[in-house]
């Protein structure tokens, strides 16, 4: 990771990751809320699930802190994450023949709790909502493509599910209104 003075535009620093392939989702890296830390996914090679995982950058130190959650503890590559607490946290995961699942897990016992949907096509993007107690998911099955919500509470999807986008839905952003 190369870390860039944004008023000099030059580059300040490095970070060397424990994983490679890092794999965030681009609507940016957002601070681990129990930690303030950088969380980032590292897949390493899709269908390997013995090389990559979670792992926190500190912003402060500029240094990685090796994987907190592996692939191995989860049962797949992760794609995304969203971290609620130290406990509650959502992943998308690829097994090792593609086939996508959205996964509650516990990050500090990492371990899956349970299992929100599965797919035999690339599930893409998860995001909690602005009310906090939503989780979004874009569902690019050509089966049933479409915007899919969870209720954070008790992991059930909320109906009319999914919502249709005409297109199979590759992210989600929020923005803010005026």
Not at 102 to 131: C, K, N, S, W
Request: cysteine-free; hydrophobic content about 40%; overall charge negative.
């Amino acid at each position: 990771v190369v870390v860039v003075d944004v008023a000099t535009d030059t580059v300040v620093g490095s970070i060397t990751l424990t994983g490679t392939n890092p794999f965030a989702e681009s609507a940016g890296l957002a601070p681990d809320p129990t930690t303030g830390k950088i969380t980032l996914t590292e897949v390493g090679e899709f269908g390997r699930l013995d090389d990559g995982g979670l792992e926190r950058i500190d912003p402060v130190t500029l240094t990685a802190e090796g994987f907190f959650v592996t692939e191995a503890d989860l049962g797949g590559n992760v794609t995304d994450v969203v971290l609620l607490d130290a406990h509650h946290a959502y992943a998308i995961l690829l097994d090792e023949v593609a086939r996508s699942r959205v996964v509650r897990f516990d990050p500090t016992a990492r371990q899956v709790t349970a299992t929100l949907v599965t797919a035999d096509d690339f599930l893409v993007d998860i995001e909690l909502g602005p009310d906090g107690q939503t989780l979004y998911l874009t569902d690019r099955t050509l089966r049933r493509p479409g915007i899919r919500r969870f209720a954070i509470a008790d992991d059930t999807e909320i109906l009319p599910s999914p919502i249709d986008t005409g297109l199979p839905p590759f992210d989600v952003v929020f923005v803010e209104g005026p």
